[in-house]
């Protein structure tokens, strides 16, 4: 079983910044994508940013582009979220997940990740 943790997250003020923080632990192996994940109320969850763990590609959704960072943290199978420029709109509940290789479909595919934080909540005051 592969067990995923997030930590940070916060308040701040729009135009600031918040670092996420997530790591995945337990049967890591197979492993191919970790990715963030959003969900405000009453919305979707929605994909964010997430690494492609074989050669560390990045991707992003079109709205962070630019103002997130996906990037390794400390270990293989930990990654960090640097979000700057923040906006009220970018409030939610943010959410790291683990995919494995056998899971199709595209980086953004939140029925494709297996297992998942229990969720950090980011609040942007305007």
């Known amino acids: 079983q592969t067990h995923v943790v997030e930590s940070g997250g916060g308040s701040v003020q729009a135009g600031g910044s918040l670092r996420l923080s997530c790591h995945a632990s337990?049967?890591?192996?197979?492993?191919?994508?970790m990715g963030w994940f959003r969900q405000a109320p009453g919305r979707d969850r929605e994909g964010v940013a997430a690494?492609?763990?074989?050669?560390?590609?990045?991707f992003y959704a079109d709205d962070v582009k630019g103002r997130f960072r996906i990037s390794h943290a400390n270990t293989k199978y930990s990654v960090a979220l640097q979000m700057n420029s923040l906006k009220p709109e970018d409030s939610a509940t943010y959410y790291c997940?683990?995919?494995?290789?056998?899971?199709?479909?595209?980086?953004?595919?939140?029925?494709?990740?297996?297992?998942w934080g229990q969720g950090t909540q980011v609040t942007v005051a305007s």
């Open positions: 997940a683990a995919r494995k290789e056998w899971s199709g479909g595209y980086w953004w595919d939140v029925l494709s990740y297996d297992s």
């Open positions: 337990g049967d890591t192996s197979k492993i191919s994508y």
């Open positions: 690494m492609y763990i074989g050669d560390g590609d990045t």
